[in-house]
């Protein structure tokens, strides 16, 4: 994976859900330390690679206007149309396979207690939520366990400008078996036997007018 350029996705646990549903390093890296991984870009370069070009981020044209199974009428067709009126390089497929590889390693660094993968995919408020909720967790002697069993769905729900920021929201239909354990292992919460369809809606936001092409999840809601 090319470690040269990182955009990052994030999202802020609702609290009644962040202990059961949550699905790179702490401070600063320096030296020679990987970089974590880039999804948008690994997206991106899928997309390129099935069109024959080498290039990392497709040139706009008629395949990347419109976000895939998303109605051309709809609010959300109009608002991407309005992001890429200011960044042409919006492309709302290779966003969306972006959007489903970090909701999968999202989901997972949590339930690990992964401080050092989540930090850098998450906004600074949102991660004090993040992590107050996994250092509660640890206090507790408790850990969770996440299994996600099936992605059913990913869909651009929303898009807009807000100012000079772009905002999409994307909506995931997944299926998750979810357990809380002990220090001695024992069950506290969930059954590792049963599967749960769980909806989560996240909202993720960049500057257009910053050289930064970092996206972070700004805002999340459980449907």
């Not at 470690?3 to 320096?30: H, M, P, Q, Y």
């Not at 997309?47 to 976000?67: H, W, Y």
């Not at 400008?161 to 979810?178: I, K, L, W, Y």
Request: charged share 30%; glycine share 8%; net charge negative.
């Amino acid at each position: 994976m090319n470690n040269d350029l990182i955009l990052t996705l994030i999202f802020a646990a609702v609290a009644a859900f962040v202990l059961f549903k949550l699905r790179s390093v702490l401070g600063r890296r320096e030296g020679h330390e990987q970089r974590p991984p880039d999804v948008f870009a690994e997206a991106e370069r899928s997309t390129a690679a099935d069109n024959g070009s080498d290039a990392v981020l497709p040139a706009p044209g008629p395949q990347n206007r419109e976000a895939a199974d998303v109605d051309p009428e709809s609010p959300a067709a109009a608002g991407i149309r309005d992001i890429q009126a200011v960044d042409r390089d919006f492309d709302p497929g290779a966003f969306l396979e972006g959007a489903k590889a970090a909701f999968d390693m999202i989901v997972e660094a949590f339930a690990r207690g992964d401080r050092d993968a989540l930090e850098p995919l998450l906004a600074p408020g949102v991660y004090a939520s993040f992590e107050g909720a996994i250092a509660e967790r640890e206090r507790a002697g408790e850990t969770l366990e996440t299994t996600i069993v099936a992605l059913n769905s990913a869909e651009l729900t929303a898009a807009e400008m807000q100012g000079r920021d772009a905002r999409v929201t994307v909506t995931f239909v997944s299926e998750q078996s979810n357990t809380v354990k002990d220090a001695e292992g024992n069950l506290v919460d969930g059954d590792p036997a049963v599967v749960e369809k769980i909806t989560d809606i996240w909202t993720f936001a960049r500057d257009t007018r910053s050289r930064d092409p970092n996206w972070q999840l700004v805002e999340t809601d459980g449907g």
